[in-house]
């Protein structure tokens, strides 16, 4: 890929993922621009350069991109479906590899799922990534899987604790493993693509920071607190019909639905390890799984 990246700007480096990019990227030395909504009152740190952009516009991003070696997107998910602009202009300044605000499930293997009518904007904007680096071979990419966001799914529900009433909601039998990832590792994945491009030129990869179990969880939870957690066992399949029909009324917060039946259910199969979690590649290590727990339950 030639001479090292250097120079690595950042959309939506205010927002939950961003945040910890950017920290990371200037951890490990790279010079950080994060491109923002004209208008965004977003503040970043005093090393990082911000540039108000108009994403609807190519002349604007490219004008911004310009002497950038790469491009992270951590981009809020309404924004996702319309990137196009954005790669366009990565291309046009000349940026040598994309980061693409993917970090979820792996939506490169979605066969006909309704969940993948939702991440329509995430598959179109790969795909057309991967046609510009046809054209471009010096215009690169790496997709980044990610699983649940473990640290900020934890306040936010999608983990499945309460900690206030200290319930636990646990789908089918709570023992599938599930791919699950904390930010600032995350972070420092992404940092890692970009030290060593040469080792993810053009691949999706995916990354765990740990695999556990909902029950795993749960008895760790109720470990750390010494107390018993009330749980709520719920079918997996209830969460894929319930999403069915939000979706067939067009609502898109059947998202959570079916992506609770998809990693949580039975038999999901979607635990990234061994040589399948990208970590080692990146010279990376899993993270803490209880240390990540009494983190939250102390705050
Ligand atoms: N795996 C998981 O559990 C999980 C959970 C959440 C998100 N994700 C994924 O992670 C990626 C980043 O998500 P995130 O939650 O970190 O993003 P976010 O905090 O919601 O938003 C990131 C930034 O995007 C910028 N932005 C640009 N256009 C926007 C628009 N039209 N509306 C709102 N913000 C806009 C904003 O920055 P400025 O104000 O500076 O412009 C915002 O701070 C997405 O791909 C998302 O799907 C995964």
Redesign the pocket.
Known sequence: MGNPIKNVAVV???????RAAVSELVDAGFTVTVL??EG?T?TFPARVVSKAVD?TSVGSLTSALEGQDALVS???????AAQKPLVDAAVAAGVRRIIP????INTRFLGKEPIGTILQG?IQTLNYIHEKSKQNPLFTWTGVS????FD??LPHG?IGLDKATKTATIYDSGDEPYQASNLPHIGKAIAAILKHPEVTTNRYISIASFNPTQNQVLALAEKLTGEKWTVDHLPSSEQQKIGSEKLSKGDYSAFSNFLKKRVYGDGAGLAVSGPDNALDLLGLEEDDLEKSLREWLAE
């Not at 951590?74 to 996702?80: E, G, R």
């Not at 605000?101 to 979820?104: L, R």
């Not at 990610?146 to 966001?149: E, I, K, Q, V, Y």
Request: charged share 10%.
């Open positions: 939506g480096g205010s927002g939950n993922l961003g923002t909504r965004s977003a994403y951590t981009i809020a998910t309404v924004a996702i605000s993917e970090f979820g995430k990610t699983g649940l966001f900020w799914g999608s």
